[in-house]
């Protein structure tokens, strides 16, 4: 019992996600239909791209990009730009949580070193909103894109075309947000440390080429089990560690909701229910149920109830927005920050709430004003 309750306080999604898988089960029986649930591609691209920028991260690889774009900054201003919008841009490529993990460590360390420790939490909440709404650029930027694209028969071309307006007035209130921090146009007190290395060499080479492989398959022109031997031979080959530092709890999350969202689409009158609350109202339904149970769950769930699976792409994006649990990849920020020594998380709080309801209500606005 008491390793139940430590493994739902480690991952309370992937707990309620088969908790629903299983109670569903008894509903619809379990039959080999439960394998055709399952989108095995779209797994299989999300644990290569992890692996993939897994192997980055332990060359520091990003460390050393973040390193020699801040060695440019002389003023508070361009400093909190660049640790912004290095989550904002490397999001689209690295996904939002992974560009979490990275730079939020290094912003608490250069504000530290800067003796800027007050600019801790603006600046860490707008590096999560950047994350969140940087990776809605790209099918690969979030699991939620990689699944909604892959289920979809929408271009690549077309998804940039759907997600750019909201993208861009992102970028823009981000910018216009940075004007806003106190003390913004003093020079920096100390010289940034440049001390880091990318290490890897060859096997660089190797991930780099496997990333570009990802990035074909995605777009539909490789097939997946290319991108998976590979990524696996290469792992294998320079670096095993990372096959043991994937985020496995993630994939087992997709898998339950896979099955829970299938056994939904076979009870007629739960299907039927969720239909006539979803159709038409696919952007605020995926707005709404993120709150609760966090955009990429929510894209999971909404996804079997929709055609129009373009508005729900908007929908979960925009959802990622709002409470602290609406994108997991906030929980991130969250933890990260309140771990440090003095940490005032009731403070870390509003200010994050009330950021995110402004930028949700902004792009909501906007989507009013396209559309």
Not at 58 to 69: C, K, P, T, Y
Request: with cysteine.
């Amino acid at each position: 019992m008491k390793s139940v309750v430590e493994l739902m306080k480690k991952d309370i999604v992937l707990c309620i996600a088969w908790m629903l898988a299983i109670a569903s089960a008894f509903v619809v029986h379990p039959s080999a239909e439960y394998i055709e649930y399952i989108d095995f591609r779209t797994l299989a691209i999300l644990w290569s791209l992890m692996v993939i920028v897994q192997a980055f991260r332990d060359r520091n690889a990003f460390e050393v990009i973040g390193q020699s774009l801040l060695k440019r900054t002389e003023y508070i201003w361009q400093l909190a730009a660049v640790l912004i919008f290095l989550c904002f841009f490397s999001s689209m490529f690295i996904t939002n949580d992974v560009a979490l993990i990275t730079f939020v460590p290094f912003t608490i360390m250069i504000l530290k070193h800067c003796d800027r420790s007050d600019l801790m939490i603006p600046v860490i909440v707008l590096q999560t909103i950047a994350a969140n709404l940087g990776s809605m650029m790209t099918p690969i930027g979030n699991p939620q894109n990689l699944y909604l694209y892959g289920l979809s028969d929408i271009e690549f071309g077309s998804f940039v075309a759907l997600v750019a307006p909201y993208t861009v007035i992102s970028g823009v209130l981000l910018a216009v947000c940075i004007f806003f921090l106190k003390g913004r146009s003093k020079k920096i007190d100390s010289d940034i440390d440049s001390s880091e290395e990318i290490d890897g060499g060859f096997s660089l080479v190797l991930d780099a080429i496997c990333f570009i492989v990802a990035i074909l398959v995605v777009l539909r022109i490789l097939p997946c089990s290319i991108l998976v031997v590979a990524v696996l031979a290469v792992s294998l080959m320079c670096h095993r560690s990372t096959l043991g530092k994937v985020d496995y709890s993630l994939l087992l999350t997709f898998a339950g909701f896979f099955i829970f969202t299938g056994n939904m689409s076979n009870i007629p009158a739960i299907s039927q229910g969720l239909e006539s609350v979803v159709a038409g109202h696919e952007l605020m339904t995926g707005v709404i149920v993120s709150q609760g149970i966090s955009n990429v769950p929510a894209s999971l769930l909404l996804s079997g109830f929709s055609d129009n699976l373009t508005n729900l792409i908007l929908g979960v994006n925009f959802g990622g927005l709002g409470t602290l649990i609406a994108s997991m990849a906030s929980l991130i920020s969250y933890k990260l920050y309140a771990e440090e020594a003095g940490a005032q998380t009731g403070r870390f709080f509003i200010v994050f709430t009330a950021a995110n309801l402004l930028f949700l209500a902004v792009l909501v606005a906007a989507y009013n004003v396209i559309v």
